[in-house]
């Protein structure tokens, strides 16, 4: 599975962005998809994740201001991001999950820069 982001980019404070995400491959059985970010000196944390079964969930510091939506049978996903601020900054990276492998695979990540 090859997963290709995009997206990332320099934004203002209260701006948004919208990522993308599409998974290649062997794709059948990926039914769990999802953001995660990393900022420097920081360890990589939950944005959110989007099941295909529809079971969406956030980490907690994007709640209200990020929305993720995902087209499983095209094996993409985007991720809304609004009110965007200097703390956002991180590298965003795309995660798959193939429930047949039992294994992850990971996007090479896009940079998303907050800031005025």
């Known amino acids: 599975v090859q997963l290709q982001a995009s997206g990332g980019g320099l934004v203002r404070p209260g701006g948004s962005l919208k990522l993308s995400c599409s998974a290649s491959?062997?794709?059948?059985?990926?039914?769990?998809m999802g953001w995660y970010r990393q900022a420097p000196g920081k360890q990589r944390e939950q944005v959110a994740t989007?099941?295909?079964?529809?079971?969406?969930r956030y980490g907690d510091s994007v709640k209200g201001r990020f929305t993720i939506s995902g087209d499983f049978a095209k094996t993409t996903i985007y991720l809304q991001m609004t009110s965007l601020r200097p703390e956002d900054t991180a590298v965003y990276s795309c995660f798959a999950f193939h429930r047949d492998l039992l294994r992850g695979y990971w996007g090479q990540g896009t940079q998303v820069t907050v800031s005025s």
């Open positions: 989007i099941s295909s079964d529809g079971t969406i």
């Open positions: 491959g062997s794709t059948t059985s990926v039914d769990n």
